[in-house]
């Protein structure tokens, strides 16, 4: 279950490692094409967030102060899922779509079920801005964040699973988006 009494604070952070990387993390150190891996990469994918998690979780003990926290995807982190669940490391998982210019959603209109069944603490989004970029589109990102922040607050009132809001905002240096 989410730790709905732990509450981030400049006393007691939040200390997350984040490895909800998804295409690039394929592409660039696996060879992933299209973001499509065969069978030998996926293992090798899954198999790298799972060492990744193991020096996370070696370092529990020697934490100076705060939470320890996991940024991972369920595509190739379902198993560090389960073992921060069981560690009692804060949870997060991304709901964005990897590899993509504009804020879209990773499970399309399933994208709750997935954060209901992960479990969470936060369900994660990485949003891309810049008061340079194209206004609609940028009023359609917001929208869509929107809907999101929206819904989870909806999911705590009907389930009282309270899956809170964390947005990783880039800005860009330039008028135009770009990965």
Excluded: C
């Amino acid at each position: 279950m989410p730790d709905h009494g732990y509450h981030p604070s400049p006393e007691n952070p939040l200390l997350i490692m984040a490895m909800d990387h998804r295409a690039s993390f394929g592409r660039s150190l696996f060879g992933v094409s299209g973001d499509r891996p065969d069978e030998a990469q996926l293992a090798a994918m899954e198999a790298a967030k799972q060492l990744i998690y193991a020096g996370l979780a070696s370092a529990l003990p020697r934490l100076p102060g705060g939470r320890a926290g996991v940024l991972v995807d369920e595509r190739y982190g379902q198993p560090v899922i389960e073992a921060a669940r069981r560690d009692g490391v804060v949870l997060a998982v991304p709901v964005e779509r990897s590899g993509r210019d504009w804020f879209e959603l990773e499970w399309g209109q399933d994208w709750l079920e997935h954060v209901t069944s992960a479990r969470p603490a936060f369900a994660k989004v990485l949003v891309r801005d810049n008061p340079a970029f194209p206004p609609g589109s940028r009023e359609q990102q917001l929208r869509a964040l929107r809907e999101v922040s929206d819904a989870l607050a909806a999911q705590y009132r009907r389930a009282k699973s309270r899956y809170r809001l964390a947005i990783s905002l880039t800005v860009s240096s330039s008028g135009a988006p770009r990965l």
